[in-house]
């Protein structure tokens, strides 16, 4: 997350050099494996599957449906950080997108 909001308002740790700390000590690959690692474990997934667990232990309540999808949603922010994508360019695909859908819903209720 610090890479990915990070707006280098401070010197001693822009986005540069913890892209360099991530790259060479870690490995993008590895970072990106682990974030992964995250989101297939058992109690990720059961957390995932509804916003009012039951559970036969507290332990198994470790996480809850909204810090999943939190972090679902950062994951892939992060991670096209980390690769370098712009994410304004992925907004606009987006925009364009919605724009395509809204269009067609129009055209289909000037058809009926």
């Given amino acids: 997350l610090c890479l990915k909001y990070n707006d280098n308002s401070c010197l001693q740790y822009p986005k540069t050099t913890l892209l360099h700390l991530i790259t060479h000590r870690v490995g993008k690959e590895n970072y990106c494996e682990l974030l992964d690692s995250a989101s297939v474990n058992p109690l990720f997934t059961l957390a995932t599957k509804s916003p009012h667990p039951t559970s036969a232990s507290v332990e198994e309540l470790f996480l809850d449906f909204s810090f999943t999808k939190f972090f679902k949603k950062q994951q892939d922010a992060v991670t096209r950080a980390l690769e370098g994508e712009d994410e304004t360019e992925t907004e606009n695909t987006i925009d364009s997108h919605d ?8 055209l289909i209720l000037e058809q009926d």
Avoid at 99 to 106: D, F, L, M, P, T
Wanted: hydrophobic share 40%; proline share 0%; charged share 25%.
């Fill in 99 to 106: 724009e395509i859908v809204a269009g067609y819903k129009n």
